[in-house]
């Protein structure tokens, strides 16, 4: 019997934080943004003091912040506030403004994202790598891996991770990836839910359409106005009208996921030609009305694919940019640069250009980057004179819209 399991560390980068700062447990508290001077003063310990030390009304207070950062995560307690990733901090403000700011510390975060993957691997060698925080596992073929359905496996995974690192994390086990992904969601924090094939129409079909990975709002609210709510609802759609209403393989694709069918494997090693971050979000954005907002988003975004680019060794010559409008089209563009890079603000000035060559007149839903023409890093072709085999995307007419930049 098939088992995989999709393992995703508990609001990663915030528990981190919480390791070195355990008086802020319990409270709400966001990581967003670069070190500040407030961050550096509170750090400035007495001689044989420790972070853990440092008393709570010493730390900032996202009302006191300013600026356009967003939120790269948040604990628990703050998200209880409607915060999530991805928003604005500013915005974060108004509703949670007691919550309490941390900056983003990418080193420590692989640091620990290198130790919770070491740990599965020496348990179950086929891991398929998504990100600093998460991991599709099969256990198929694994001692115990059927043990209670794959239970007793992940519980067996949870533990080390936990007694190793003191991170806790949430484990899904079910036929394939799709349903296991959406049970990694059923017992957060520090769960464990396995679902059967037999258990698709009393665990699946009453969840919300949305929290099927790859249904977004648009689409949520598309299906909505035809009165689907409920992925049963979507399962006992006709396919013919599912393609016919969404489009061959977006509708096709809806038709699969409803009756939770995924023949994806698990990929240990591949040889990525282009790593890309994009992000949809909670409602349309304007490049004039919101551009604060969509400047902020998109650079952490490249800060994140940089993070993504640096943690597994590659670096890339094009670097493009994607946008999915309210419309539900989307525009594509690149631009080859002349050196191999893996750095944020080299991907984020060739992506701002790319911006500028897109129309903007209408709202987004939808913004991504992406470095492709990938070499690894310090290999004879990253490391060739600049020029070598490189060339410039044609140019194309600017918009006669603002940019986002």
């Known amino acids: 019997m098939r088992r995989i399991a999709h393992l995703d560390m508990d609001a990663f980068y915030a528990s981190v934080e919480l390791l070195r700062y355990p008086q802020l447990k319990g409270l709400p508290v966001v990581i967003g943004g670069g070190r500040r001077r407030v961050d550096e003063a509170i750090r400035d310990l007495p001689e044989g003091g420790t972070l853990a030390d440092i008393p709570v009304a010493a730390f900032p207070l996202l009302k006191d912040y300013t600026g356009r950062g967003v939120i790269t995560t948040a604990t628990y307690p703050a998200r209880q506030f409607g915060i999530g990733s991805a928003m604005g901090l500013m915005k974060a403000a108004k509703l949670c403004p007691q919550a309490i700011i941390l900056p983003v510390d990418f080193d420590e975060y692989r640091r620990y994202s290198r130790a919770f993957k070491n740990i599965i691997l020496e348990v179950a060698p086929l891991m ?39 991170l806790t994390c949430s484990i899904g086990v079910a036929p394939n990836k799709l349903i296991a992904k959406m049970a990694s969601e059923f ?20 969840l919300p359409c949305r929290k099927v990975n790859g249904i977004g709002p648009k689409a949520d609210e ?79 975004l490249c800060e994140q694919l940089a993070a993504d680019l640096q943690r597994k060794g590659y670096v890339g010559k094009t670097i493009g940019i994607k946008l999915r409008y309210d419309d539900f089209k989307i525009a594509t563009r690149d631009q ?23 129309p903007l007149e209408r709202p987004l839903r939808l913004l991504g980057v992406r470095v492709g023409a990938l070499a690894k890093a310090g290999s004879p072709e990253a490391l060739a004179p600049a020029g070598t085999g490189a060339h410039r995307a044609a140019p194309e007419p600017a918009s006669t819209t603002a940019s986002l930049f």
């Open 128 to 166: 398929e790598d998504r990100g600093v925080d998460e991991v599709y596992i099969d256990f198929t073929d694994v001692p115990g891996g059927q043990r209670d359905g794959g239970r007793s496996l992940a519980r067996l995974i949870q533990t080390a991770i936990f007694d190793a690192t003191g």
């Open 187 to 206: 017992n957060k924090p520090n769960g464990i839910s396995v679902v059967y094939e037999h258990d698709l129409e009393t665990r699946i079909w009453p």
């Open 222 to 300: 598309k299906l909505k106005r035809f009165g689907i709510e409920t992925v049963g609802q979507l399962a006992a759609r006709d396919r013919d009208w599912l393609v016919a209403t969404f489009g061959k393989a977006t509708g096709a694709w809806m038709h699969e996921v409803a009756w939770g069918r995924d023949n994806r494997p698990v990929v240990t090693e591949s040889e990525p030609v282009s790593m890309s971050r994009e992000t949809t979000f909670d409602r349309d954005l304007h490049a004039v009305r919101d551009r604060a907002e969509l400047g902020a988003i998109f650079t952490h």
């Open 336 to 358: 080859t640069i002349e050196r191999f890079t893996s750095d944020a603000k080299t991907i984020r000035h060739t992506g701002g250009l790319c911006l500028k060559r897109v």
